[in-house]
């Protein structure tokens, strides 16, 4: 255990929740009550960032768009959110590497704590480079505390390569939004077990990130309406989930979603195309190509 000293005594999500200072003296009743009381507080503190999450949607399609990647860093919880939200893109929005995430001491952390990992900047750093990062890619940082080394040192990294930097803290003046270009901070209070910030502090990061991936994916073509029309139909449940979007995208049968996705190797977007443009998949490739993965620009042309 390092000898440094840390100071966090004046850290909002390390003060004591007055609702809660006998904890363990409530009934469960009581205690679920309180919970659910001090979550509906992270909902107003998130809606008190959003112009600042605006400004990383619109950093990471400007990115996403040069060919860079959104890569998520962070340790302990909220590395797991990272890690959590970039692995879900890939079966929502079919993505390959656009978007990644590193935890302080490697994947194994996502299960068990790698003690002190979270406290080296070098090791950000070292993460990083092995990512190749380079300065169409967007590095955002996620720490509760807003103080985390690993999260700063990936910051200066990503400077360093001129990378555009993002941070996510759950104290309002985070030492983090120092080292950062787009400095989100939310401050739902104080958590109602004392400094355990998987619990408000991590729903904040969880909506953060939900909103930072989904509406960058709609930003660059993964989404026509409101239908997921670039996921992956890996299982059962997909693969009807992909036969029910064309259906709903172009008002046809079941047999012809099934018969056309079929067709396009369960492609989706050139489904709907194809049905919705009366063209061949080959053409309905090139309309997709042309509008940079639009389905609504393939099939009304004049709504750009």
């Known amino acids: 255990m390092s000898e440094v000293k840390v100071n966090i005594s004046h850290l909002g999500t390390e003060t004591r929740n007055p609702k809660t200072m006998d904890l363990d003296l409530l009934s469960t009743k009581e205690i679920l009550r309180i919970m ?3 979550d509906h507080r992270v909902i107003s503190a998130v809606e008190e960032a959003l112009p600042q999450i605006e400004k990383a949607v619109e950093q ?11 890569i998520y860093v962070g340790a302990g919880t909220s590395g797991r959110i990272g890690i ?16 990644q995430a590193i935890i302080a001491g490697g994947n194994g952390a996502f299960v068990k704590a790698v003690e002190g990992a979270e406290d ?43 990378a555009a930097t993002v941070s996510i803290s759950c104290n309002k003046n985070a030492k983090i939004s120092q080292y950062s270009e787009i400095a989100i901070e939310v401050d739902a209070g104080p958590e109602i077990l004392t400094g355990s910030t998987r619990l408000k502090s991590g729903t904040c990061q969880k909506l953060i990130c939900n909103m ?24 059962l449940k997909l693969v009807e989930r992909a036969k029910r979007i064309v259906m709903q995208s172009t008002q046809c049968d079941y047999e012809t979603a099934e018969q056309v ?11 709907i ?5 009366g063209t061949s998949r080959k053409e309905a490739i090139e309309l997709l190509k042309k509008n940079k993965g639009f389905v609504r620009k393939c099939v009304s042309p004049s709504k750009k």
């Open 120 to 162: 080296s900047k070098e090791l950000a750093q070292k993460d990083l480079a092995e990512l190749q990062l380079a300065k169409n890619d967007v590095v955002c940082a996620i720490a509760a505390s807003g103080r985390t080394p690993y999260c700063i040192g990936a910051l200066e990294y990503a400077k360093s390569v001129e």
């Open 84 to 99: 959590m939200d970039a692995v879900e893109c890939v079966p929502t929005f079919s993505t390959t590497d656009e978007v």
């Open 36 to 38: 659910n009381e001090e």
């Open 261 to 271: 996705l079929e067709e396009t190797q369960y492609s989706t977007k050139e489904a």
């Open 60 to 70: 990471v399609i400007c990115s996403l768009n040069a060919g860079g990647r959104l």
């Open 212 to 235: 930072i991936s989904t509406a960058s994916m709609v930003g660059i073509g993964k989404v026509y309406g409101n239908l997921m029309v670039d996921m992956k139909a890996t299982n």
């Open 273 to 277: 195309v194809m049905i919705l443009t």
